[in-house]
Structure formats: C-alpha cells, structure tokens
C-alpha cells in the first residue's frame, strides 16, 4: 500500500474500519453529492462513488471523486468495465490521480440491460481480474496494458469486491484468492444478512489464509421498508435475504427503526468475526441514516490522520 489515503492509513493502523456509499444524482447537481458526503464526515473513513450503479446514467464517479477531494475528504472510485475500453479506462485513472483521487475500487458492472439504456452495448474490453491486473502494473511497474512505460509513477490503492453467496458457494473463496493474486489492496463483501453462510465463507477465507494477505470490509444495507427487503430478497441477484430477517421487518411496528437495528445488531457481529477489517454501509438513497448506524454501532470516534 502506497496511496497514502485516508483509507489506507486507517487500514494500516488496525483500527476497524468504516467507508460509506455515496451514489451520484441523476443529474448535474453537484450539491447533492456534498451534501451527503458532508454529513457523513465524521462518522465514515472513506467514500464509495458508484460508477453508473445498476447501469443507469448518472453523474461521473471521477467528477464527484474530486468535490469530495476539495472538500478534504477520501473518495473510493469506482471503475466498471462495462462502459470502457482499457484505453479509456487508463485514461480515467490518470485523470482521477491527477484530480487527487487515491482510491479505485474494480468491477465488471451490471449488464447495460437492467439501467435505463438497455440497448447500449457492454464494452468489456477486459474484465474485473484483467483491471485489477492493468492498475497494479501501472502502480508498481509504471507501464500501460500495451507495454509502454508511463512518464511518471501513480499512487493508488487498488480495491475489488466480492459476493460470498453467489454459486458456486465453494469457490467463491478461491475467486478471492486470485483477485488478492492479482493485485487488490483492500476487498468490500456484497451485502450481509445472511449471517450463517457469511460465516462459512469467512471459515474458508480463513484457511486459505487470504485474511492476513487482504483487509476485507464486509457489506451493510440498512432496510427502509418490508418492500425494500423483499425486493432485496427477490430481485437483486446474488443477495441472501433470509425468511426470518423478513419476518422481523413484517411483524415491526417501525420498520426503519427495525431495519436500523438489524443493520447495528449486524455489524455488531461482524465486529467479532476473525478476518474481517471493517465494514461498508450501503445506504441506497439512504444516506442521512449513517451517522446514526456507525454511533449506535460504537464506532466512533473515527480515527484521525
């Protein structure tokens, strides 16, 4: 780790850590995204910006990376390849290190066919191992894709995401092992409800030994409502929502009150879980809630640099 981010000072420090997500407006309105990252200052070490997230157009993850740098906050990009070759994407992450960005986060994306322009094509020039690849050549070996040398070296901390319910459940583990083989620096989980397979994994994360190579920060989502939570259950692919969380949500006369607390009794658990470095609050157009989810969780105070 060379960065020299926030993100990667708390890392390094031990401390558990805490980033948040942010999703950029549909819309120009640069406001919004300060707004949000403004009240969550305190309460999170590190800010995700979601790159055109579900493939819907919204406003650039780089763009809002930099408000979030001039406001002396730590932004996490994200970069898909779903929307770039790797001539463009070279030429973002110069852009976003130039801009002061320190942090980039890799995925493939979700196919252009589930956003609001289902006839775009899906570029995937390179996948998400092949990005992870590219970024730490360009970091540690100051060369591009194609071989040849950049004029002067970057500082990045390079991230990459993880889903510990999809099948094959087995490998998913090994999938791990190779992004950690490939490059990555730190990893966030998809979103955690079900405890007990999560546990599984981590068992197997564990033996293989890939918790000491990588800090992985697992995946939080408060849920506003029992239509959220169903719609979770039954429509994000790759998301485990179990019968009983459902049932919490359905029998509780405050639903976001009751989806808070899962969210807090959550991360409390994660908390005392061997190999796992902190945690990612995904509050989907929920923003103003993290301040309250990271006080009653106990995690403050934020470590300071």
Same mark, same amino acid.
């Given at each position: 780790?060379?960065?020299?981010?926030?993100?990667?000072?708390? &890392?390094?420090?031990?401390?558990? +850590? +805490?980033?948040?997500?942010?999703?950029?407006?549909?819309?120009?309105?640069?406001?919004?995204?300060?707004? *949000?990252?403004?009240?969550?200052?305190?309460?999170?070490?590190?800010?995700?910006?979601?790159?055109?997230?579900?493939?819907? +157009?919204?406003?650039?993850?780089?763009?809002?990376?930099?408000?979030?740098? *001039?406001?002396?906050?730590?932004?996490?990009?994200?970069?898909?390849?779903?929307?770039?070759?790797?001539?463009?994407?070279?030429?973002?992450? &110069?852009?976003?290190?130039?801009?002061?960005?320190?942090?980039?986060?890799?995925?493939?994306?979700?196919?252009?066919?589930?956003?609001?322009?289902?006839?775009?094509?899906?570029?995937?020039?390179?996948?998400?191992?092949?990005?992870?690849?590219?970024?730490?050549?360009?970091?540690?070996?100051?060369?591009?894709?194609?071989?040849?040398?950049?004029?002067?070296?970057?500082?990045?901390?390079?991230?990459?995401?993880?889903?510990?319910?999809?099948?094959?459940?087995?490998?998913?583990?090994?999938? &791990?092992?190779?992004?950690?083989?490939?490059?990555?620096?730190?990893?966030?989980?998809?979103?955690?409800?079900?405890?007990?397979?999560?546990?599984?994994?981590?068992?197997?994360?564990?033996?293989?030994?890939?918790?000491?190579?990588?800090?992985?920060?697992?995946?939080?989502?408060?849920?506003?409502?029992?239509?959220?939570?169903?719609?979770?259950?039954?429509?994000?692919?790759?998301?485990?929502?179990?019968?009983?969380?459902?049932?919490?949500?359905?029998?509780?006369?405050?639903?976001?009150?009751?989806?808070?607390?899962?969210?807090?009794?959550?991360?409390? *658990?994660?908390?005392?879980?061997?190999?796992?470095?902190?945690?990612?609050?995904?509050?989907?157009?929920?923003?103003?809630?993290?301040?309250?989810?990271?006080?009653?969780?106990?995690?403050?105070?934020?470590?300071?640099?």
């Amino acid at each position: 780790m060379i960065a020299g981010s926030n993100l990667e000072k708390v &890392l390094k420090s031990g401390a558990f +850590v +805490v980033t948040g997500e942010l999703g950029p407006p549909k819309s120009a309105e640069g406001e919004k995204v300060e707004h *949000h990252a403004e009240m969550m200052r305190e309460y999170v070490d590190a800010y995700n910006l979601t790159d055109n997230q579900t493939a819907i +157009v919204r406003t650039s993850s780089i763009a809002c990376g930099a408000m979030l740098v *001039h406001m002396g906050l730590d932004p996490i990009i994200q970069i898909t390849c779903r929307d770039r070759n790797r001539i463009a994407i070279q030429s973002d992450v &110069l852009g976003a290190v130039a801009l002061g960005i320190k942090n980039i986060l890799c995925l493939q994306g979700d196919h252009a066919k589930f956003g609001n322009e289902p006839q775009a094509k899906n570029v995937n020039d390179i996948d998400s191992m092949q990005l992870i690849r590219m970024l730490k050549n360009m970091r540690d070996e100051q060369v591009f894709a194609g071989g040849e040398k950049l004029e002067a070296p970057i500082n990045i901390l390079i991230g990459a995401v993880e889903n510990p319910f999809a099948d094959p459940f087995e490998y998913r583990a090994y999938r &791990l092992a190779k992004k950690v083989e490939a490059g990555i620096d730190f990893l966030q989980t998809q979103a955690i409800f079900d405890m007990e397979r999560f546990e599984r994994w981590m068992e197997k994360v564990r033996e293989l030994g890939i918790h000491k190579k990588v800090p992985i920060l697992a995946g939080v989502i408060p849920m506003k409502s029992l239509g959220a939570a169903r719609y979770m259950k039954n429509n994000v692919s790759g998301m485990i929502v179990p019968d009983e969380v459902l049932e919490r949500m359905k029998g509780a006369a405050n639903k976001k009150e009751e989806g808070i607390q899962i969210c807090v009794e959550t991360i409390e *658990h994660l908390k005392n879980v061997e190999g796992v470095a902190g945690v990612h609050i995904m509050a989907v157009a929920w923003e103003e809630i993290v301040p309250e989810i990271v006080t009653r969780a106990g995690l403050l105070p934020r470590p300071k640099f």
